[in-house]
C-alpha cells in the first residue's frame, strides 16, 4: 500500500509564497512521474504541474515562472514551490505520483488528499 499526505497549505497574501510538500509513503520501489493539480470550488480538477523521473518539468500557462515543481528522492517527497501567489491561485492542490512498487513492476497511479491553498488579502 501507497499512501501519500501533503502538507504546507494554508493563507497567504497576494505576492506571498509557500512550498507545497507531498510525503510518499509504503512500498515505493521508485516514483516514475509526479505531478500537482488543484481544484477552485465549482471548477474541475486542473493541471498545474509535472515532472519525469529524468527530470523534465512542465507547467500550466498559468503557473509558468512562478511555480516550480522537485522531488527529494531519498525521502519521496515532492514539492510545489509557489512564489508570486495570485488570488486565481486559491484551491484544493493534490499530489499525484505514478510509481513502481517492484523492479519492473507495473506502475501504479496514487492521490493525496488535498491541501488548502487561499490567497487572499
Known amino acids: 500500500q501507497v499512501q501519500l499526505a501533503e502538507s504546507g497549505g494554508g493563507l497567504v497574501q497576494p505576492g506571498g509564497s509557500l512550498r507545497l510538500s507531498c510525503a510518499a509513503s509504503?512500498?515505493?520501489?521508485?516514483?516514475?512521474?509526479m505531478a500537482w493539480y488543484r481544484q477552485a470550488p465549482g471548477n474541475q480538477r486542473e493541471w498545474v504541474a509535472s515532472r519525469t523521473s529524468g527530470g523534465a518539468s512542465n507547467y500550466a500557462d498559468s503557473v509558468q515562472g512562478r511555480f516550480a515543481i522537485s522531488i527529494d528522492n531519498t525521502a519521496n517527497t515532492i514539492y510545489l514551490q509557489m512564489n508570486s501567489l495570485k488570488p486565481e491561485d486559491t484551491g484544493l492542490y493534490y499530489c499525484?505520483?505514478?510509481?513502481?512498487?517492484?523492479?519492473?513492476?507495473?506502475?501504479?497511479?496514487?492521490w493525496g488528499q488535498g491541501t488548502q491553498v487561499t490567497v487572499s488579502s
Open positions: 499525484n505520483i505514478q510509481a513502481r512498487r517492484s523492479s519492473g513492476g507495473r506502475r501504479y497511479d496514487y
Open positions: 509504503g512500498s515505493i520501489y521508485s516514483i516514475n512521474n
